[in-house]
């Protein structure tokens, strides 16, 4: 009996209703209605829980896969993020076009912010908990290892890993087979 009446009591408490009503307008203003403004590819995958700031300025290319948990945040006036066509992006990945400045005596939210586009060739894959700050260019075929932090353009059909990543080898059988060339973007 005490335990139906737990369920009961929970059921109808209204703050349980209240949560969800914020969980609902989250979803809204982080994915559904930022999702509309984006310009997808062709067959690209996008994971239901993916977070957009500024959604009008990111281009994701044809046949590319965002991760659950990204975040892809383009900057608030200019800064725009490109991502190019059979990318992978895996789990929690942080691609950011803007930064807070730091402006001593002014408390950061109250800052401006710099902004630089950010673009990631074709067939770029970035690992798990990877960031990319702005201003970076991925050249296409590389790839980033889990965890990096990339505050620095990187060459195209790298592998790079590290905080700042830095390149420490090729990918093997990079260029893609067609014979495409492995010029960056």
Same mark, same amino acid.
């Given at each position: 009996?005490?335990? =139906?009446?737990?369920?009961?009591?929970?059921?109808?408490?209204?703050?349980?209703?209240?949560?969800?009503?914020?969980?609902?307008?989250?979803?809204?203003? $982080?994915?559904?209605?930022?999702?509309?403004?984006? &310009?997808?590819? %062709?067959?690209?995958?996008?994971?239901?829980? !993916?977070?957009?700031?500024?959604?009008?300025?990111?281009? !994701?290319?044809?046949?590319?896969?965002?991760?659950?948990?990204?975040?892809?945040?383009?900057? /608030? &006036?200019?800064?725009? !993020?490109?991502?190019?066509?059979? *990318?992978?992006?895996?789990p929690d990945v942080f691609v950011t076009a803007a930064n807070y400045r730091v402006e001593a005596g002014t408390? #950061?939210?109250?800052?401006?912010?710099?902004?630089?586009? #950010? &673009?990631?060739?074709?067939?770029?894959?970035?690992?798990?908990?990877?960031?990319?700050?702005?201003?970076? &260019?991925?050249? %296409?075929?590389?790839?980033? =290892?889990?965890?990096?932090?990339?505050?620095?353009?990187? /060459?195209?059909? *790298?592998?790079? #890993? =590290?905080?700042?990543?830095?390149? #420490?080898?090729?990918?093997? =059988?990079?260029?893609?087979?067609?014979?495409?060339?492995? $010029? /960056?973007?």
């Amino acid at each position: 009996m005490s335990r =139906g009446l737990d369920f009961l009591r929970s059921v109808l408490d209204p703050r349980a209703w209240a949560g969800l009503l914020r969980l609902l307008h989250y979803t809204n203003y $982080s994915h559904v209605r930022p999702r509309r403004l984006l &310009t997808v590819g %062709d067959e690209a995958r996008l994971a239901p829980n !993916i977070s957009f700031a500024h959604a009008e300025r990111i281009e !994701i290319g044809a046949r590319s896969n965002i991760g659950a948990r990204c975040s892809l945040w383009a900057g /608030p &006036t200019s800064g725009r !993020i490109h991502i190019g066509e059979d *990318c992978l992006l895996g789990p929690d990945v942080f691609v950011t076009a803007a930064n807070y400045r730091v402006e001593a005596g002014t408390p #950061v939210w109250r800052q401006g912010s710099d902004e630089a586009d #950010v &673009t990631l060739g074709r067939d770029v894959w970035l690992g798990t908990r990877v960031i990319v700050l702005p201003g970076v &260019t991925i050249g %296409d075929g590389a790839v980033v =290892g889990a965890g990096a932090v990339v505050s620095r353009s990187l /060459p195209a059909g *790298c592998v790079a #890993v =590290g905080s700042p990543a830095r390149p #420490v080898g090729e990918r093997p =059988g990079w260029p893609a087979v067609s014979g495409e060339s492995a $010029s /960056p973007t």
